[in-house]
């Protein structure tokens, strides 16, 4: 074993030799001198020490997770595509017409999740790259999320947004959507908590003051909070347990988002402070092949792919539109995550135009690639007049995120 900074003995005799040349068997020539021995230096034992420290560092970089998560550009997938030869959207129940152009829903890949675990020398590359944020893992990931878990919820909020997305584009297009909304939650500290139940039906909503509206679709009852100012009573008609009855709800103000936090004007209107489980009676059935993506964000894109789809003529006139955000059943389109990202991804595989949720605008300055246009929209009828403009050569007076 080689220590620092110790010499080691010569097999050919002591470490240290007679004075004045001698050797001990008489006189002759003077051995090599211990400074021109083949002893190991200290220079070379820090090397052989900072070589290994070096190793296991790189080691560590490599192997050991770490608690972060990195969003990076995804893919984008043209809704007006086809997968394997077969439409990636298809109906039944109406006529279809044939179309060009792009309609590309956009993606972020995120690493650093259950059972996709990011390394230091992952992190570090993120930091390094102007394409991808570095977040903790419990930014993106709740406590204790399994990889199946988080799978599971990625591919409800898919599902959801496909129905929402279909029912919307339905309404846009003039249909009638029916729908049973049933009460699945009342939210904590909401004027509806104990008032509104689980299993409640809702029939009809009142305003005090106000006429009476049957609700038949999600609309019906969006279209009358988006009139009525938060705290106001409302008369809620529901069914409970097969019987009829009315009850008085006081409304409550919409949540704080990102737009009203980037100092645009707030959201008028109110909500009842219950979580809804509508059961949708589509009058077109509407069908979607795509995999392998999920979560809530495609639901705008998906929408504006019907529409094409169902309408005759060329929406798009031949261009390359991308875009994002959410959809309710109302026609809302909602902030998403990954913004950033998005933009670079639609700019990477083409697209000249992009559709970003209003609220998402703060996030959107000082980030849009050069080539890229960026609309504004809030609801699904300004998406599909942001298309039909762009499609007709009048992009140029939109809405977007300047300001």
Not at 12 to 27: N, Y
Request: proline share 8%; with cysteine; hydrophobic share 40%.
């Amino acid at each position: 074993m080689i220590l620092p900074g110790r010499r080691t003995a010569d097999r050919r005799g002591p470490d240290i030799l007679p004075a004045g040349g001698a050797t001990p068997h008489g006189v002759g020539p003077a051995p090599e001198s211990v400074e021109d021995a083949p002893l190991v230096s200290r220079r070379s034992v820090t090397l052989v020490v900072a070589g290994a420290l070096l190793a296991v560092l790189i080691l560590v970089a490599v192997v050991v997770p770490l608690p972060y998560a990195i969003e990076r550009p995804g893919p984008t997938v043209n809704t007006l595509s086809e997968v394997d030869g077969k439409p990636l959207i298809t109906v039944d129940g109406a006529p279809t017409y044939p179309t060009s152009g792009e309609l590309r829903l956009t993606t972020v890949s995120v690493s650093g999740g259950p059972g996709y675990p990011v390394t230091a020398a992952d992190v570090v590359a993120g930091w390094l790259s102007s394409d991808e944020v570095v977040l903790p893992r419990e930014a993106l990931f709740p406590a204790g999320s399994t990889r199946q878990s988080v799978d599971e919820q990625a591919g409800a909020q898919m599902t959801s947004s496909q129905t929402n997305a279909t029912v919307a584009a339905l309404e846009e297009l003039g249909h009638k959507v029916p729908m049973v909304l049933t009460v699945q939650e009342a939210a904590k500290g909401s004027g509806a908590q104990g008032i509104l139940l689980a299993g409640d039906v809702i029939t009809s909503i009142q305003p005090a003051g106000g006429p009476r509206t049957d609700v038949q679709t999600f609309s019906d009852l969006a279209h009358v909070l988006a009139a009525t100012a938060p705290g106001t009573t409302v008369a809620v008609g529901i069914r409970r347990d097969g019987q009829a009855r009315t009850v008085d709800v006081p409304t409550m103000a919409l949540p704080v988002d990102r737009s009203t936090a980037d100092g645009a004007a707030p959201h008028e209107g109110s909500i009842l402070g219950v979580v809804l489980k509508p059961d949708v009676q589509l009058p077109i059935d509407v069908h979607f092949d795509i995999d392998k993506i999920g979560g809530p964000s495609a639901g705008t894109m998906f929408a504006l792919g019907i529409i094409d789809v169902l309408t005759p003529g060329e929406m798009t006139g031949g261009k390359d539109i991308a875009g994002t955000g959410t959809m309710n059943l109302a026609g809302e389109v909602g902030a998403i995550g990954g913004i950033q990202q998005k933009l670079v991804a639609a700019r990477r595989d083409g697209a000249e135009w992009f559709l970003a949720p209003r609220a998402n605008c703060g996030e959107v300055r000082g980030h849009v690639p050069d080539g890229l246009h960026v609309v504004s929209v809030a609801t699904l009828a300004e998406a599909h007049k942001a298309v039909e403009e762009i499609g007709a050569g009048d992009g140029a007076s939109l809405p977007t995120c300047a300001g």
